[in-house]
């Protein structure tokens, strides 16, 4: 079982990337599927998820308006739409899949059991 993320790199404030997270190894359509990302010295923190039974998205507040999460190729791709980038945004960014759990919020990075690698994200100003 395996998230493979790609995309990250360097762009001006302002500017626009996207991320794209590949599963391969077993079917993903009934996990959440999302992106975290964790900044020098901070905590990891949610960014976005995408609900594999409904397809409904869930935003970070500092992210609401700018990112656009969304699956692709039969649910097991997930893609972060990143646009008008803040030098805030700069961090690695994390892919993560889990089924959901009781008790467990989306936001709860604990209720994410498949972890891909990090991509580098950097937006200067």
């Known amino acids: 079982v395996q998230l493979q993320a790609s995309g990250g790199g360097l762009v001006q404030a302002g500017g626009s990337l996207r991320l794209s997270c590949a599963a391969s190894g077993r079917t993903f359509s009934g996990y959440r599927m999302g992106w975290f990302r964790q900044a020098p010295e901070k905590e990891r923190e949610v960014v976005a998820i995408i609900r594999g039974s409904s397809g409904s998205p869930s935003y970070a507040d500092s992210v609401k308006g700018r990112f656009t999460i969304s699956r692709a190729n039969a649910k097991n791709t997930v893609l972060l739409q990143m646009n008008n980038l803040k030098p805030e945004d700069t961090a690695v960014y994390y892919c993560?899949?889990?089924?959901?759990?009781?008790?467990?919020?989306?936001?709860?990075?604990?209720?994410?059991?498949?972890w891909g690698q990090g991509t580098l994200v950097t937006v200067s100003s």
């Open positions: 993560a899949a889990g089924l959901p759990v009781l008790g467990r919020s989306w936001y709860d990075r604990t209720a994410y059991d498949v």
